[in-house]
């Protein structure tokens, strides 16, 4: 698999908030947390919140005082590991995608980011596209397509709603069983989606 970034990243990155929306780092607040004696995750949610503490940076002190998740310790390969546990037979049609995700752009533009039940594709800017194994005989691809013109709809038979990704971002979603399904049609809305969200 193309090297992808785990909840590593989101960690570190989440720690940078809080320091630079509060000045103190995740050790100060875990500190001050302790003190407080606060026993519920509603409860510090609330303490938190009366600080101007929310999102990400709220997240992250709350799994520092309550313990975090066992998938976001994992790395980006065992997370994908588990979504294909018991569907094997689907992984090269994973992979195949992703290939071709990261292969629309100069290298290092594409940014792959696994999660406990999918893995997104990125650019600087925001997430352009998800693959997800649905079912036991399925990968969806979902697309963040901004705008289909009167050029992109002769293209458009195989683009279905995304409503089942449970993914707003995500307008559009193309179903994939073979690895013959990661065509050249596949490759092309890849590269609409990337270019409408860089």
Do not use: C
């Amino acid at each position: 698999m193309v090297d992808a970034k785990d909840w590593r990243e989101m960690h570190e990155w989440s720690a940078q908030l809080l320091k630079r929306q509060t000045g103190q780092g995740v050790d100060d607040w875990n500190v001050r947390i302790k003190e407080t004696g606060i026993g519920s995750r509603d409860e510090l949610m609330h303490w938190l919140k009366a600080r101007n503490i929310n999102g990400y940076a709220q997240q992250l002190l709350i799994m520092e005082r309550f313990g975090y998740p066992d998938f976001l310790l994992k790395t980006a390969e065992e997370l994908v590991d588990d979504q294909f546990a018991g569907r094997e037979h689907l992984r090269p049609v994973f992979n195949e995608v992703i290939e071709a995700g990261v292969g629309i752009a100069q290298e290092g533009l594409v940014e792959v980011q696994a999660r406990k039940t999918f893995v997104t594709l990125r650019t600087r800017r925001r997430k352009f596209a998800m693959v997800k194994p649905t079912t036991k005989t399925r990968v969806d691809l979902g697309l963040r397509i901004v705008e289909l013109s009167s050029g992109h709809l002769r293209f458009a038979e195989r683009l279905q709603s995304a409503k089942l990704l449970r993914d707003d971002t995500m307008t559009h979603r193309i179903p994939l069983s073979r690895l013959e399904d990661v065509d050249d049609e596949v490759s092309y809305w890849l590269a609409v989606a990337y270019e409408q969200n860089t």
